[in-house]
């Protein structure tokens, strides 16, 4: 069936270091994708999209980078800070897929101080 | 985005019971999904509920066990019937509005 997977279970940065969280996804129909962060206790929170039609995309301190031709999806943290201490799970979703999202395995960032 | 208020955070309950959970939107919204994280994992969606039509559930779940209620654009409810300790579980109700998917804060449910 159609999965969006993280390579890396865990991560653990240095504070100040730039984090990169990989993402694959297997349905090549997918046109948006997006990152977000759960902290302990809190749903999670939208950190940055990124649609089919565009390769690379950044935030503050965030670029996604979109990978179509072997559907890789990454999210880039710059300088990374305590406070970014959090799970994070990527998603896709397909136009007219009654916007569902399809939710990768989720990531755990740890920074160390 | 949105702004979700969902109650309550976190209950515990006896095998058997039932809880509702109630997710309240400060804006109108056409889609609201239902998920359930279990500990450590990622969210599985359990059931899309739009106004005015019965809920749409996932594989797995079922009308049942997780009846849902949409009487407004503003307002949803997802009961967890006839509770087991499987049950266990983050709840977590979630909309979408100008193409952007906000979450509540979830609730924490610990079935004994």
């Known amino acids: 069936g159609e999965s969006v997977g993280l390579h890396l279970p865990t991560l653990s940065v240095q504070e100040g270091d730039n984090s990169i969280i990989n993402c694959a996804y297997s349905?090549?129909?997918?046109?948006?994708f997006i990152w977000y962060k759960q902290e302990s206790g809190k749903g999670p929170q939208f950190i940055i999209d990124i649609r089919s039609n565009m390769d690379k995309r950044q935030g503050q301190r965030v670029t996604v980078l979109l990978n179509k031709t072997v559907k890789h999806l990454s999210l880039q943290i710059a300088a990374t800070q305590p406070g970014d201490s959090a799970v994070y799970f990527c998603a896709e979703t397909e136009a007219g897929n009654n916007r569902k999202l399809i939710w990768g395995l989720g990531t755990s960032l740890a920074v160390n101080p | 985005s949105a702004v979700i208020s969902q109650k309550p955070s976190r209950d515990i309950c006896q095998r058997g019971t039932s809880l509702t959970i109630q997710c309240q939107v400060d804006s109108q919204v056409t889609m609201m999904f239902w998920y359930r994280q279990q500990p450590g994992q990622s969210l599985t969606l359990i059931a899309t509920?739009?106004?005015?039509?019965?809920?749409?559930?996932e594989s797995g779940f079922v009308i049942d066990k997780f009846p849902i209620s949409r009487p407004n654009l503003t307002f949803s409810t997802l009961t967890v019937s006839n509770m087991s300790p499987e049950d266990s579980s983050i709840y977590l109700c979630?909309?979408?509005?100008?193409?952007?998917?906000?979450f509540g804060s979830g609730t924490r449910l610990t079935v004994v």
């Open positions: 349905n090549s129909a997918s046109d948006y």
């Open positions: 979630s909309v979408v509005r100008g193409g952007g998917y906000t």
């Open positions: 509920a739009n106004q005015g039509s019965e809920a749409t559930y």
